[in-house]
């Protein structure tokens, strides 16, 4: 697919998105795994192996067409969003370990999201050409250079001037958004022939979908006893995908916008259930921390 859409302001898009979440990094985000080891592993189990499972039974259950159901495993595997921080932050949330775990999820995602979107090709066998052949490992170090290089970049940029990045970051966060709704909408428009069809299919699995992405975060880590600040981070960051990956993947690597309309439809259905989460995971604590914050 040799549009501008996948050839330049996809890309573009997902660096500036990765460079907003460098800009919130520091190589100490990466060394608070040793110090909370448990919650790391209990929050990596839920993304890398509960959340395909619970995709994959969700697409079957609701017989989704392979594309669709394709495009719905690549968002499964996709990592966490760069807003995971900012809902973590507004609900009470461990951001450190948000934080964090953004930080590893982006680096497993390397390994991880060819294997299970290799899988899903397999398994269904979407009509998208020779694009549906597999997703080449060359191809997605590609766009993993997209990922990491703009997050090294940015993660430079704190180090050399933090007061700099600390002013940049809600900018550069604010632009994100608007990026990621731009492209969300540019996707939308391109299948505009098919998209009454598409949301009708794929909207109420996305929903459901992201309401187990939620509460699995949150009462997985709670079964596991890590404390509630833990579990809510550990709730956005599995909750909240990062829609721009798995889009550029779907459209400037396997060719196929109608595989990335999952991920935009998630892009926008995640924002609202993820805001109505994190309200109902704090509703009966936020009284009792007000006298705390007044003392």
């Not at 460079?19 to 080891?37: A, K």
């Not at 790391?40 to 609701?62: E, H, K, N, R, T």
């Amino acid at each position: 697919m040799d549009s501008p859409l996948a050839t330049v302001f996809l890309p573009l898009a997902l660096a500036i998105i990765m460079f907003g979440l460098g800009l919130s990094l520091t190589v100490d985000d990466f060394r608070r795994v040793r110090r909370h080891p448990r919650a790391v592993v209990v929050a990596m189990l839920c993304q890398l192996l509960l959340l395909p499972a619970v995709c994959l039974g969700l697409v079957l259950a609701f017989d989704l067409s392979p594309v669709l159901a394709v495009g719905m495993m690549l968002l499964a595997a996709s990592p966490g969003g760069t807003t995971a921080n900012l809902f973590s932050h507004l609900f009470g949330g461990d951001v450190a370990l948000n934080v964090t775990l953004t930080a590893v999820n982006a680096v497993l995602a390397i390994v991880t999201l060819p294997v299970i979107t290799n899988l899903a090709l397999g398994h269904f066998e979407p009509d998208i050409g020779e694009s549906g052949m597999g997703l080449q490992f060359g191809k997605v170090l590609q766009v993993f250079a997209l990922v990491l290089v703009p997050v090294a970049i940015g993660m430079a940029v704190r180090r050399r001037s933090e007061a700099f990045a600390l002013r940049m970051d809600g900018p550069v966060r604010q632009l994100s958004v608007a990026v990621l709704l731009a492209v969300i909408v540019g996707a939308l428009v391109s299948e505009r022939d098919n998209i009454v069809d598409y949301l009708t299919d794929v909207g109420p699995v996305a929903v459901v979908f992201c309401v187990l992405s939620l509460t699995t975060g949150y009462f997985v880590p709670r079964l596991a006893r890590l404390d509630k600040p833990q579990s809510i981070a550990c709730s956005m960051e599995i909750g909240v995908h990062n829609s721009a990956v798995a889009m550029t993947l779907a459209i400037s690597v396997l060719g196929s916008v109608s595989l990335a309309v999952p991920a935009a439809v998630y892009g926008v259905l995640m924002y609202p259930i993820a805001a109505l989460a994190g309200w109902l995971m704090t509703r009966g604590t936020r009284t009792s921390r007000r006298p705390a914050r007044t003392a």
